[in-house]
């Protein structure tokens, strides 16, 4: 069984930069794409962004897009979510997860593996 820990979490002001880890215990890991996902308080999980096995596509949420980027070092087993311009909406639990399910890499439900998450908070 795989197991994820994510780390890079903290408290930051709107228009900061945060880079978010996640550290799978299995070389295995490298086999499967990964992603990252948030949940706010109330609301429900939603996906940020996943990348395929190889690095080799990436795929995010139209709210991240373009101030967020997802990669992996498959010799780390460890996959990275560097977001930057952050806004108080961004204000969530992140949770990493290894992607082993055939289909879309945005339903939290083709995921297993869950890390524990890490709190990003962004004040305004």
């Known amino acids: 069984q795989v197991q994820l820990v994510e780390s890079g979490g903290g408290l930051v002001q709107a228009g900061d930069s945060l880079r978010l880890s996640c550290a799978a215990s299995?070389?295995?890991?490298?086999?499967?794409?990964m992603g990252w996902f948030r949940q706010a308080p109330g609301k429900e999980r939603e996906f940020v962004a996943a990348i395929s096995w190889s690095g080799g596509s990436t795929y995010y949420a139209d709210s991240v897009k373009g101030r967020t980027t997802i990669s992996r070092n498959n010799t780390k087993n460890t996959v990275y979510l560097q977001m930057n311009s952050l806004k108080p909406e961004d204000t969530a639990v992140y949770y990493c997860?290894?992607?082993?399910?055939?289909?879309?890499?945005?339903?939290?439900?083709?995921?297993?593996?869950w890390g524990q998450g890490t709190q990003v908070t962004v004040s305004s």
């Open positions: 997860a290894v992607h082993r399910a055939s289909g879309s890499y945005r339903l939290a439900a083709l995921y297993d593996y």
């Open positions: 299995e070389r295995t890991f490298s086999n499967y794409a």
